[in-house]
């Protein structure tokens, strides 16, 4: 019976063997490769020099680093809260029985699926401030429409949220569409039964039992707002007099490390980046207990 357990032991071992090592690989070397990085500077011909903490020291001294501190959580603030949203809106839509389900899901899905630089290369267009569609309607609407939407500093990191959620919120909905599917009807049925109405059935029955993927959602929102970079490089030129308004940590880092060939700076840059998602997601992972509902 022993030896049958140890051979049960070793194919469980096997079986898991592939993903330990692709954590240690992928992910567990290279975050401590990159702290041990970031005591070091860079020099010419791939040298590098001790320095202790100076890298941490001028990165908090520096006022630029903070800017880009600023704008990442100040995107956050714009996108996780609207997306997830929108996206149990919409789920709660999809998931009533309407014809054509499968297409509107398709769809509502097809912008988390498309090269990110179609969607900048679209959006640029939309936005722009002579002959963009969005300036037109406004123009339309008799609203104030000569606005230059990724030029302005005061719009131009909204112009990049208001892209993100059109291309993320169709995955949160999916997402949060599977949580609904598996609240069982017979939940409805009784509170329709007592008189309860749709808007208290949402509150009362939705809301708690999809708290959990809901959950889950918020979590990985949160931490793809944090490391929002691709929109905002696509969207935002070097030669645009709005690209300090939108920098965020990972820019600051892919400047300091690619740009500058900082590449200690840079890992510091990395391991604050990880320190906030750390720390934030540690908050949730406390909060959820007040809100979360696991057993039914």
């Excluded at 990159?34 to 860079?42: G, I, K, L, P």
Aim: aromatic share 16%; glycine share 6%.
């Amino acid at each position: 019976m022993e030896k049958k357990h140890k051979k049960e032991a070793l194919a469980g071992i096997l079986m898991v063997l592939p993903t330990i090592v692709g954590l240690i690989a992928l992910n567990f070397y290279p975050l401590i490769r990159t702290v041990y990085m970031s005591f070091f500077e860079s020099g010419a011909f791939g040298s590098w020099r001790f320095i202790g903490w100076d890298n941490y020291v001028t990165m908090f001294q520096t006022r630029s680093f903070w800017k880009a501190t600023g704008n990442t959580f100040l995107f956050m603030f714009y996108t996780v809260p609207v997306t997830i949203i929108f996206g149990l809106l919409l789920a709660v839509m999809l998931n009533q029985k309407i014809k054509g389900k499968t297409v509107f899901r398709a769809i509502y899905f097809l912008p988390m699926v498309v090269a990110p630089a179609a969607v900048a290369m679209v959006w640029k267009w939309l936005f722009n401030t002579d002959f963009g569609i969005i300036n037109q309607v406004l123009k339309a609407l008799h609203l104030p429409y000569e606005i230059n939407w990724i030029s302005n500093s005061k719009t131009a990191l909204l112009a990049c949220a208001i892209v993100t959620i059109w291309s993320s919120v169709g995955y949160d909905a999916i997402l949060l569409l599977s949580g609904l599917q598996g609240i069982s009807k017979t939940y409805y049925e009784a509170a329709r039964i007592d008189g309860a109405t749709l808007f208290q059935q949402f509150r009362k029955i939705t809301l708690p039992l999809v708290s959990p993927t809901l959950f889950f959602v918020l979590i990985m929102r949160v931490m793809s707002s944090l490391k929002v970079f691709d929109i905002v490089y696509m969207m935002i030129e070097k030669t645009n007099p709005a690209i300090r308004s939108t920098e965020t940590i990972l820019y600051n880092f892919y400047q300091e490390t690619f740009v500058k060939n900082n590449k200690g700076y840079g890992a510091a840059i990395v391991v604050w980046s990880v320190v906030i998602i750390s720390v934030i997601t540690l908050i949730q992972f406390i909060g959820q207990k007040k809100w979360v509902t696991y057993d039914v």
